[in-house]
Antibody
Framework: EVQLLESGGGLVQPGGSLRLSCAAS????????MSWVRQAPGKGLEWVSG????????QYADSVKGRFTISRDNSKNTLYLQMNSLRAEDTAVYYC?????????????WGQGALVTVSS | DIQMTQSPSSVSASVGDRVTITCRAS??????LAWYQQKPGKAPKLLIY???NLQSGVPSRFSGSGSGTDFTLTISSLQPEDFATYYC??????????FGQGTRLEIK
């Protein structure tokens, strides 16, 4: 059974940093691209960042480029999101999501989400 | 940048009704489109990929169609568990992953 378990969320002051982790199990982690998708309170879904199976070619939404860094450790089956220079508008539930089996960038499994609150 | 526009933003329907949700892309995306269902407090669930392929385990009352710029998600006979918010997603490549704004399906 595929499982994705996020951790590392919490309350942080504006300008602060936080690192999210996503522990994966139930599939061959290194063969799938992974993404982070966030959802601000009461709002829709926003793709944040994605990374290929071998860790190359990380990509970012314009809203987080230069502040967030995605990475993965295939030996630990874990995906990360390092978030720096956090702003109030980064407040959201952050989901990690696994690429589906098709050639498209759809997401067939999602974690339960980690809440990040940026507030003084 | 590609924009994804869903309509309607919300819809009220009854159990047993047929419901159609539309998603329009601002430029052609072939069949690089996915549909998700999200219930309050839960993660999204993939329903349809590649515009018309039913994800494993999803009931057959859900179907998707379209290509290019216009896509539809149809629920043939609404069940009580189908009341949720639905999102389309442009699924071509990083970093062009864009979600529609969502359609809230409510009980009439």
């Amino acid at each position: 059974e595929v499982q994705l378990l996020e951790s590392g969320g919490g309350l942080v002051q504006p300008g602060g940093s936080l690192r999210l982790s996503c522990a994966a199990s139930g599939f061959t982690f290194r063969t799938y691209a992974m993404s982070w998708v966030r959802q601000a309170p009461g709002k829709g879904l926003e793709w944040v960042s994605g990374i290929s199976g071998n860790g190359g070619n990380p990509q970012y939404a314009d809203s987080v480029k230069g502040r967030f860094t995605i990475s993965r450790d295939n030996s630990k089956n874990t995906l990360y999101l390092q978030m720096n220079s956090l702003r109030a508008e980064d407040t959201a539930v952050y989901y990690c999501a696994k690429d589906g089996f098709s050639a498209a960038r759809d997401f067939d499994y999602w974690g339960q989400g980690a809440l990040v609150t940026v507030s003084s | 940048d590609i924009q994804m526009t869903q309509s309607p933003s919300s819809v009220s329907a009854s159990v047993g009704d047929r419901v159609t949700i539309t998603c329009r892309a601002s430029q052609g995306i072939s069949t690089w489109l996915a549909w998700y269902q999200q219930k309050p407090g839960k993660a999204p669930k993939l329903l349809i990929y590649d515009a018309s392929n039913l994800q494993s385990g999803v009931p057959s009352r859900f179907s998707g169609s379209g290509s290019g710029t216009d896509f539809t998600l149809t629920i043939s006979s609404l069940q009580p568990e189908d009341f949720a918010t639905y999102y389309c997603q442009q699924a071509n490549s990083f970093p062009s992953i864009i979600f529609g704004q969502g359609t809230r399906l409510e009980i009439k």
